[in-house]
């Protein structure tokens, strides 16, 4: 494989750093630990004695009363020590993290084929899933809206619909010199994180609960368990040491597989581990919302638009989840990169009968970028113009045309830089018109090139949860013990966090220890999503580290006879006036003085505000800009697909890690490739999903890697809000870059018809969707020449 990356050393640090400090290209710090399998997860943990281990009975009906439900066998079963239902609970039988709408056990009326209708504790695992099968339920079928289209013809919602309106979009279309529309649908994606869903509930003295969990959100898991055992929140402590990935699965899903385990805990008095296999946690647990998208849009003989108009319908499943905040993104990000003169956009929140849909990386960015894209590659091929001359055409302007759909200004352009700098750097003009003439001759093997951008706004939208805090102490040895809101799962916040603690102290970073996130530690922290754990928690750290090198400074200046501002901060020493000491002595001296070593740290982000009723605001801090140019080929009689190359320029800012946002910009690219081309939910006509297993599922292999892979972090990135140390966040944009390889395949499929007609392609473009899109195009041909 000829794969690049490109990471350049950021200028704007001091000429030495202690070793591994912020703008460090350093390992995960729990790197050695992966490889040589001695990370620690949930289920590494030692089990305490009397340990039950616990599977859930789930629903075999879409949407059905439940008749009546026989649970004899399932109690008599081998190992079986007891049986819980919602008549267990001895608080709320729910975890909706909005909207009070998710039962942890469905009672009398099943809404989705898998949903929880029970538990088994029992001695073993395998004894409590082998129980778990034996349960006799009898249902009375009730209608089953399956799809978008049953939900928006029976007029099903889990939230009302939301419009957004700015210009006068009938009057702009009606005027446009050219009007197109269409329909576009893309599915959803399963996480498949390598680390199924896990709770492990230790009961603890007077009423008590400690709840490992692998969570994004230990926070919210601990209101969960709290509310569904009828206790307060001071009652129950949540940890999460490391996550084996979560990329949104693990936001709002967790609190379901706490509160079992937890109640199970409670109701026996002793400690209850629930771990998912994998086709239960894939059958059970939310997915990518999945879109249907009509459009229609108006633009001049140019391709600048007008207008544009969106349906944006979306299975939310059957309850609200996180639905609504992911709709209203999938509207914000409605432009991508481009400006709107005038837009509406209606957004339907459809109920089906299947499980909800939650977040998952982009949050319905991915979605809302989806139909804009889709718009801009019409118009080209409508016009027959190269689809990358309308995106520039109608890229955000520097001191015009720089207003988005929903107010907010955009102040940090670089598209048309970085587009440029990409399109000379991976060859894009010569390299189309090469593959145009390699398809003329090639029959059968076409090829397809695309060249996209994404902008992606980071901050969470509800303006609440854009605040952080940490813990630190100072030993008297010099070593830091760091703690904060944020959970790791692979993605490297632990160690980005700790080198913004260990540039501020100027220490090495292995004097800093990051311990497990913790709700006793840290309390009401956020979710680690949208894109802000490092922004929010850096900055929180950077916080505490200060107010610890505030008061270092103080005392060294009293103690050494010096002013302040001659107290400095060396690697691993401080130079006080005349004397010079190690970092270790001076925290040594400071303890002996009776100065405070701890401290906490909050941050919140400035300038953002956000009105839900009026869609209007600013509710992004900053935006993270990025381009792919993607190249693949097609086979036309299989339908088989192959990215041959693909070349990034991301924009990370000043790069906290280069090396580990290079991984981020990898991996969420292929992530999105997968999305696009291969990953395929498939529900049958009784609301089964039927794939739900590696077997059935397929997500990129590493033989899926483009071949050639250039990757590169913008070198000019820079952060114009004042973020941690002028970084960008990397977890979710790099996602959206992968819409280069689905229009690359809409491009290869055109060459098919000699580029005189618009391919009508969905996602995934599996290979029998890319042969659906060539048949219709073929047939269109064919009806042209007969009518000829």
């Given at each position: 494989?000829n ?33 040589t399998?001695s ?14 281990h616990a ?22 079963a ?12 001895p ?44 349960a006799?339920?009898?249902?009375e ?75 994004q959100?230990?926070g ?67 997915k ?39 709709a ?28 909800s ?20 590659d ?13 995106r ?33 750097s ?31 706004g ?26 904060h ?27 800093i ?14 979710a ?6 490092a ?18 400074t103080?005392?060294a ?33 400071a303890?002996m ?70 991984g ?125």
């Open positions: 494989m794969s690049a990356e490109s990471i350049t050393t950021t200028p704007h640090h001091a000429p030495v750093q202690p070793i591994g400090s912020a703008g460090e290209a350093l390992a995960h710090e729990s790197a050695v630990l992966h490889v399998g990370a620690s997860y949930i289920d590494d943990l030692p089990e305490l004695r009397r340990t039950l599977a859930i009975g789930l629903a075999t009906a879409a949407h059905a009363r439940v008749q009546s439900i026989n649970l004899d066998a399932v109690r008599a081998p190992g079986v020590v007891a049986v819980l239902t919602a008549d267990d609970i608080g709320l039988n729910d975890f909706g993290p909005v909207v009070h709408d998710d039962p942890i056990f469905a009672t009398s009326e099943v809404q989705f084929h898998g949903q929880a209708l029970f538990a088994v504790l029992a001695e073993d695992m395998h004894a409590a899933r082998a129980a778990a099968r034996l006799q339920v009898e249902y079928a009730l209608p089953a809206v399956l799809s978008v289209d049953d939900a928006l013809e029976a007029g099903t919602r889990v939230l009302p619909d939301v419009s957004l309106r700015q210009g006068e979009v009938d009057g702009a279309l009606a005027k446009a010199a050219h009007r197109l529309s269409g329909t576009v649908r893309h599915g959803g994606q399963d996480h498949f994180y390598l680390e199924t869903h896990i709770a492990y509930a230790i009961p603890q003295e007077d009423n008590t609960m400690k709840v490992y969990a692998s969570s959100h230990p919210e898991v601990q209101l969960q368990v709290a509310h569904a055992l009828g206790v307060d929140a001071k009652d129950v402590v949540v940890e999460c040491r490391r996550m084996g990935g979560g990329f949104g699965g693990k936001e709002s899903q967790p609190g379901q597989i706490a509160a079992i385990a937890a109640i199970g805990a409670l109701r026996t008095g002793r400690p209850v581990k629930l771990r998912l296999d994998r086709d239960d946690d894939m059958i059970l647990t939310g990518r919302h999945d879109f249907r998208i009509d459009w229609e849009a108006g633009f001049d003989d140019d391709g600048r638009l007008a207008a544009v108009r969106f349906r944006q319908s979306t299975r939310a499943g059957y309850s609200a989840d996180l639905t609504g905040a992911i209203d993104r999938a509207m914000f990000h409605a432009d991508n990169a481009y400006y709107l003169p005038a837009v509406a956009i209606d957004s339907h929140r459809c109920k089906t009968h299947t499980v849909n939650t977040a998952f990386r982009g949050f319905g960015g991915p979605q809302g970028m989806f139909g804009i894209e889709e718009v801009i019409n118009i080209a091929r409508h016009l027959g113009r190269d689809p990358l001359e309308i520039k055409l109608n890229y955000y302007g520097v001191d015009e045309r720089n207003t988005t759909h929903y107010g907010q200004r955009i102040e940090d352009n670089v598209l048309a830089p970085m587009t440029t700098e990409l399109e000379a991976c060859q894009y003009a010569s390299r189309r018109a090469a593959i145009r003439q390699w398809n003329a001759s090639s029959p059968v093997i076409k090829r397809g090139i695309a060249l996209t951008p994404v902008k992606f980071i901050s969470f939208t509800a303006t609440h949860l854009n605040q952080a805090g940490a813990l630190l102490h100072v030993y008297t040895d010099g070593t830091v013990m760091l703690n809101g944020g959970t790791e799962m692979g993605q490297g916040l632990f160690t980005k966090v700790a080198q913004v603690v260990a540039r501020e102290l100027q220490i090495d970073i292995d004097r220890r990051v311990t497990a996130s913790d709700t006793a530690r840290v309390p009401n922290a956020s680690t999503a949208a894109s802000s754990g922004d929010l928690n850096g900055k929180a750290a950077q916080d505490a580290a200060r107010k610890i090198k505030a008061r270092l103080e005392f200046a009293a103690k050494f006879g010096c002013r302040e501002d001659q107290v400095e901060f060396l690697p691993n020493r401080i130079r006080a006036g005349n004397t010079e000491l190690s970092f270790a002595e001076l925290a040594h001296a303890w003085g009776r100065v405070s070593l701890s401290a906490t740290g909050y941050y919140r982000t400035p300038r953002i505000a956000y009105d839900r009723h009026t869609l209007s605001g600013r509710p992004f801090y900053y935006y993270a800009y990025g381009a792919a140019c993607s190249e693949v080929a097609i086979d036309t009689l299989t339908g088989e697909s192959r990215v041959l190359r693909t070349d990034i320029l991301h924009d990370v800012g000043h790069s906290l890690n280069p090396a580990i946002d290079l981020q910009v990898e991996g969420g690219f292929i992530q999105g490739m997968g999305w696009l081309t291969m990953e395929e939910l498939w529900w049958d006509d009784k609301g089964r999903l039927r794939t739900h297993a590696p077997s059935t599922y397929k997500i990129p292999a590493v033989s899926d890697l483009p071949p050639v892979f250039n990757v590169r972090l913008w070198e000019r990135g820079i952060n114009s809000e004042d973020s941690i140390f002028r970084s960008k966040a990397v977890g979710e944009p790099p996602f959206m870059l992968a819409l280069s390889v689905w229009h690359a395949i809409k491009d290869a499929i055109a060459a098919a018809g000699d580029y005189r007609l618009t391919p009508q392609l969905n996602a995934p473009a599996t290979p029998e969707e890319i042969l659906r899109s060539l048949d219709a195009l073929r047939a269109h041909l064919a009806s042209e020449a007969a009518a000829a």
